[in-house]
């Protein structure tokens, strides 16, 4: 049970094409966010759909599969694990962010 403590299985659609960074040692790095969409029926019986925004980091292959294949708008199914990191932004203020480190990428819906 220890492979299931930290893992996390997304599907959803690029809110933009990816952002592909190259590291000083030649490794690359995609970022990019995808939407997930949940449905139901609110108290009036009308139809809801609840539009949910992540965040998702891929280094090595993946990011390399990813700027060759992946854009804005393509379906895929995610596997990974989040991470919390925080920072400074210009003013001094710390700031926060939760991702999604993939390690898994299965590109869905038509090519």
């Not at 292959?61 to 995610?78: L, Q, R, W």
């Not at 925080?86 to 962010?97: I, L, M, Q």
């Not at 999604?100 to 090519?111: A, F, I, T």
Request: some cysteine.
């Amino acid at each position: 049970m220890n492979t299931l403590r930290n893992k996390v299985q997304l599907i959803g659609n690029l809110g933009n094409d990816p952002e592909i960074i190259t590291t000083e040692s030649g490794k690359k790095l995609a970022k990019f966010s995808i939407a997930t969409n949940e449905s139901y029926k609110d108290s009036k019986g009308e139809r809801v759909t609840d539009t949910q925004w992540h965040n998702v980091i891929a280094w090595g292959k993946i990011a390399e599969i990813i700027e060759s294949y992946v854009t804005k708008g393509k379906e895929v199914a995610i596997e990974g694990k989040l991470i919390n990191r925080s920072w400074e932004d210009k003013e001094g203020n710390k700031r926060y962010t939760t991702e999604v480190v993939c390690n898994e990428l299965l590109m869905l819906g038509k090519s």
